[in-house]
């Protein structure tokens, strides 16, 4: 009987809250406090963005950060395929937008994990939860044509972000201070 109970109980448990128990421990230092700052990263990066970004892209940044942020509940399934693309604010560029890519979430069976799967420039990792409307991302970046790298292998491949869900069929992904060119990388992903 009992394992009857529990095998119900986590069919009634979204596949995100299954990872949870291990984000504290999984974080380095660095990501700590890169996340603990990202309130003043944000607004130091969008500042700039705004104030030396072209008018067409402040739209683009504007529209992607739009919405208030919505709960993740069990109505909710991100598994599929979603359109992506970045928009990197502050540092050495104040705003770059770039075009769409491809991206996919899935439930490996621990909860969700995101792939960018096009462009250059790639990223993977899983997502984890931090409230009813934030999760944490923790992934590593790779190139096109590289083997996906882990969490935690490469510092400077490490990545962090903070997910919310601005609209129904839109998450934002806010990566502060990454390991180059900008202040806050936002990554739109869109159906």
């Known amino acids: ?31 700590k406090t890169r996340l603990e700052s990202l309130g003043a990263t944000r607004e130091e990066a969008l ?24 709960p993740f509940d069990e109505r909710f399934d991100p598994a ?28 490996d069976g621990a909860g969700w994990m995101l792939r960018k799967l096009s462009g250059s420039q790639r990223t993977q990792g899983r997502f984890y939860t931090q409230d009813d409307t934030r999760l944490v991302y923790v992934g590593a970046g790779f190139i096109a044509g590289e083997s996906a790298s882990k969490y935690g292998k490469d510092p400077g491949r490490d990545q962090l972000a903070i997910a ?5 069929k839109r998450l934002v992904l806010e990566f502060p201070r990454p390991a180059v060119e900008s202040l806050l990388d936002v990554m739109v992903l869109e159906r």
Do not use: Q
């Open 1 to 31: 009987m009992r394992s009857l109970v529990m095998a119900v109980l986590l069919l009634c448990v979204s596949p995100l809250l299954r990872a949870d128990g291990e984000l504290p421990s999984l974080l380095t230092s660095a990501d």
């Open 47 to 70: 500042a700039a963005a705004r104030s030396a970004g072209d008018a067409a892209d402040v739209a683009v940044l504007d529209a992607a950060l739009a919405g208030d942020a919505l």
């Open 80 to 107: 599929g395929e979603w359109r992506c693309r970045v928009i990197k604010t502050g540092g050495t560029v104040p705003l770059v937008v770039y075009g769409w890519f491809r991206c996919r979430i899935s439930d």
């Open 164 to 168: 919310t869900r601005r609209a129904e």
